[in-house]
């Protein structure tokens, strides 16, 4: 009965609900016989009989009898008259059976192995949320809002289990309360020491293409197939979809009436705009699509290179771009082509690098990141729009355009 005193006694596990008992007990048993060989140097010759039913055990130690004087390994042999103690009848040679009781450990020995049983329970449960959250990699999950950090925000879920949403995989314009629920993507899983570390992404493409999986039907039950997702975070996103069945409008069925399919996931991301475009294998036809809403009026494709020159009129030329240069890098990245834009009429425009003696390279530049490398694509634009599109200064701004007039005035 002391032993099972004692096993009851160690409440801190012995009601884990992340635990079945039959595994408790294994663990149980490779604690002990950590503690036995500790004590007596070896534990081969021990018995620990487990009763999972009622949470007790039994630990036999075996010897084997000689004669008095004779012993070499008190572990291993008892003397003739110890062993006539237990049972008058013992003879030299005979095996020996004696129940240890866990008292005879010591109080210390016995706190060493409670604390070894919880921190191999702890293990056990941690391998367990490892390998649970390791097959939800990719697939959305929802957690409430436990601490707020200033580089990321802790969550826990239902069972307790905590989850990281660093701010770098939040959308800028994110902003949670405590004890708010927050959707995302699990992205990775990976073991610490022996802790799970869970990081949930929200700025991941993946959490869009499954947004879309649980909002339009026609995904979920394979119908409509997403083909690529990229994004720009809280800005605007660009979605290739596809249907085997002709019978289906993959853009209007993810789109829905007035946008009221995509509306749930447009907020969801904050507001992110969304393009949701037909997939197709024609290449030229794509990249067209990609640069949506302008309208293309030809197109050169440079396979080897990987580059598209593409043509517009005047007046198309800052939608294929977008604001900030957004709807032109994503157009690239969704059709996996660098894109050259021209415009009609450019034999009269002069390129931005020819002016620089007068414009410093740096400057240059951030122009050109916004897509903006010609004399009439910057003269074209209002200053205000100029300043939101790249990260110069108004004053700098004005100067160059000042330089660019002189040269068409001349």
Not at 144 to 150: D, K, L, S, T
Not at 285 to 293: D, E, G, H, V
Not at 309 to 316: A, D, H, M, S
Request: hydrophobic content about 40%.
């Amino acid at each position: 009965m002391e032993n099972l005193a004692l096993i009851e006694s160690f409440s801190d596990f012995k009601d884990d609900k992340l635990i079945d008992r039959v595994t408790l007990m294994a663990i149980l048993e490779d604690v002990l016989r950590n503690a036995l060989k500790k004590k007596y140097g070896d534990d081969d010759n021990f018995d620990i009989i487990i009763n999972p039913d009622k949470g007790d055990l039994e630990i036999w130690r075996n010897r084997i009898v000689v004669a008095d004087g004779e012993v070499e390994d008190p572990n291993q042999e008892i003397e003739l008259s110890e062993a006539q103690k237990i049972e008058p009848d013992f003879e030299v040679g005979e095996d020996v059976a004696e129940e240890v009781k866990l008292f005879e450990l010591g109080r210390r020995s016995i706190l060493a192995l409670k604390q070894n049983l919880i921190s191999k329970i702890h293990e056990h449960d941690n391998t367990n949320i490892y390998k649970q959250f390791k097959e939800l990699e990719g697939e959305i999950y929802s957690a409430e809002v436990h601490h707020i950090r200033h580089r990321a925000i802790i969550l826990l879920d239902d069972d307790g289990n905590e989850i990281i949403l660093p701010k770098d995989k939040q959308i800028p314009s994110d902003f949670f309360r405590k004890g708010e629920n927050v959707r995302g993507v699990i992205e990775s899983v990976e073991l610490k020491g022996s802790k799970p570390a869970i990081i949930m992404s929200r700025t991941s493409p993946l959490f869009l293409e499954k947004l879309f999986e649980q909002e339009i039907p026609e995904v979920f039950d394979g119908l409509i197939t997403v083909k690529n997702v990229v994004r720009i975070p809280g800005e605007k996103a660009k979605v290739a979809v596809d249907s085997y069945d002709d019978r289906i409008d993959p853009v209007g069925a993810c789109v829905g009436m007035k946008g009221s399919r995509i509306h749930g996931i447009v907020r969801e991301l904050g507001n992110e705009n969304i393009d949701v475009i037909n997939y197709t294998n024609n290449l030229q036809l794509f990249i067209t699509r990609a640069l949506s809403p302008a309208r293309v009026t030809s197109l050169k494709i440079d396979e080897e290179n990987k580059r598209a020159e593409v043509l517009l009129k005047p007046e198309e030329v800052s939608k294929a771009i977008g604001r900030g240069g957004h709807n032109i890098r994503l157009a690239g990245k969704l059709t996996g082509y660098e894109i050259d834009v021209f415009r009609e009429g450019a034999e009269e425009d002069v390129e931005l690098s020819e002016f620089s003696d007068e414009i410093e390279g740096w400057i240059i530049e951030e122009f050109s990141k916004a897509g903006l490398d010609t004399a009439k694509s910057i003269l074209e634009q209002d200053v205000n729009d100029l300043v939101k599109r790249t990260d110069l200064e108004e004053e700098t701004i004005s100067e160059v355009i000042r330089i660019l007039k002189e040269e068409f005035e001349d």
